[in-house]
């Protein structure tokens, strides 16, 4: 418990020191917490600590803040800027893929790695783009809400790369992953370990497809019938 507390106090102090300086610079408040990351790291050396156990938290904590700016979104809003998400977030995907696979071929990279370098670098930091349109005040200007279409579409773009990355994969590497996983500690639990990058995909894309169908066929007879009980809990 002491060593939690110790914890949250050095997260605290940094992120009140970095964050005002970052933001009276009119660097914003990411570029202050990164700050205070670099600022602190010699610091969690020092006192050996997980830095994996707090990513973990770290990504909740951007979880919930996506959350919260989905809140503020309508369906029927995203529908009618359908053509925008596709045409401006696709086209930004496909032509940075192309254009960054392309370098890398040229530098002598295989195909496969080179497309797979360019779906990475196509995506975007979603949570640090939005905070930084949100404190500028621009994500309600026609730039924000351009840029915020391009990040909406890569978020959902990760779910193909996801499942087109393995169909990419080296032989070797794919090998070395499963013998990785199979000689680690304690059973796994992955659904993808061992299969080819082919069994990956078909995998990935039919548990996206059972979380698509569950949500649409069995969330509102779930939700009528908590409904139906009448009890707040």
Not at 50 to 62: P, Y
Not at 173 to 179: D, E, S
């Amino acid at each position: 418990m002491t060593d939690i507390l110790l914890l949250a106090f050095i997260f605290l102090i940094a992120g009140v020191v970095s964050v005002p300086i970052a933001t009276r610079l009119g660097m914003g408040s990411v570029l202050g917490y990164l700050a205070a990351g670099v600022a602190i790291s010699p610091v969690l050396a020092l006192l050996d600590v997980d830095v994996h156990a707090i990513q973990q938290v770290a990504e909740l904590g951007v979880v919930m803040m996506l959350f919260l700016i989905g809140l503020e979104l309508e369906p029927r809003y995203l529908w009618q800027m359908r053509l925008k998400l596709l045409g401006m977030g696709g086209g930004q995907i496909l032509l940075t893929t192309a254009v960054v696979a392309g370098l890398a071929n040229v530098l002598g990279q295989p195909w496969n790695v080179s497309v797979a370098i360019g779906l990475v670098l196509a995506l975007s930091s979603t949570a640090i783009t939005l905070q930084t349109l949100t404190e500028k005040g621009l994500l309600k200007s026609s730039g924000g809400e351009s840029g915020f279409f391009v990040l909406l579409t890569q978020d959902v773009a990760v779910i193909p790369i996801l499942a087109v990355v393995p169909l990419l994969a080296i032989p070797e590497l794919a090998g070395f992953a499963a013998t990785s996983g199979a000689e680690g500690h304690g059973p796994s639990l992955s659904l993808v370990e061992g299969m080819n990058g082919l069994q990956t995909a078909v995998v990935t894309l039919s548990a996206v497809g059972i979380v698509i169908l569950g949500g649409n066929y069995l969330t509102r007879p779930a939700l009528r019938f908590i409904a139906v009980t009448g009890l707040r809990e």
